[in-house]
């Protein structure tokens, strides 16, 4: 139980106490877009820094890919897979440390969302690689994925005790499957909702600057019309369609859109996480307590 009690106890530069209360599904989404809106520039100088340097090793990576032999290639795709995840469970992680400080009400900067990253960056990427292996391994034969189904929803909040309640990454899928536990159709139908949310907004996004590109000439309509072929020339444009000035462009768009919309599921897991402890735990009682 002490370890559950970590965020009530880290409460130095606490403000205001938020309104911790139970939500419904239409609570959690305007709590989404409240804190993005309110806290827009937070958010958004912690996102900055996956557009940076997701936009350089791109640049980097596909500069020299361009003559190197098969072997060199594997090398530098192997670097890039490891570069590009350890920046994302680095941002990731200090996006959801950040929604959760502010959706609490207090003082956080990005610097300080980072540094909590850091430092629980083993755990959280091993919670990561633990749900992965767990659920993701299931759904490698149809008849595992019904359980891969069910194991990915039971374990989807294991970020939040990793980086809000300092558990070790095996605990965390347990500490998980507590919360979950009796609300997993619940839990299920406001996730899937969030992502889909995201993912349109994502795909609006997308098709709305590729027209804009195509009508400014700097995106070519040779490879097709059709909406996949947007999204492929978007997200995974090639040197040979582009040319670097018009790869360069793209890519930083798809980043720069990937960047805008990342923190939105993210929020989203972080409040469901709150609502859950609220329900379960009492957790709004606990933090009035300890204040």
Known sequence: MQEHNEL?????????????????????LDGI???YRDHCRLLLEIAAV???LEFALDLITTYFMQ??????????????VMATSVIAVLVTAALIYASAQVYLGREVTSGAAFQQAARRFW??????????????????TVIGIPFGIYFGVRWTLYSQPVLLEESKAWNALGRSTELVKGSWWRVLGIVTAIYLISGMITIILY???????TLAGIVKTEGGTGLLDSLRRMFIPTLDEAGWV?????????????TLTMPIALIGSTLLYFDLRVRKEAFDIEMQVTD
């Open 67 to 80: 003559e190197a032999a098969t072997s060199t290639i594997l090398l530098i795709v192997g670097f890039s």
């Open 123 to 140: 755990s959280y990427l091993g919670s990561g690689l633990l749900w992965l292996l767990g659920a993701g391994g299931l759904c490698l």
């Open 246 to 258: 018009t790869y360069a462009v793209q890519r930083f768009v798809a980043l720069l859109i990937a």
């Open 50 to 52: 996956y557009l940076i």
């Open 33 to 35: 877009f409240t804190i």
């Open 8 to 28: 009530a106890q880290t409460n130095d530069s606490q403000t205001d106490t938020a309104p911790l209360q139970s939500m419904n599904f239409t609570d959690i």
């Open 207 to 213: 098709i709305s600057t590729e027209f804009i590109l």
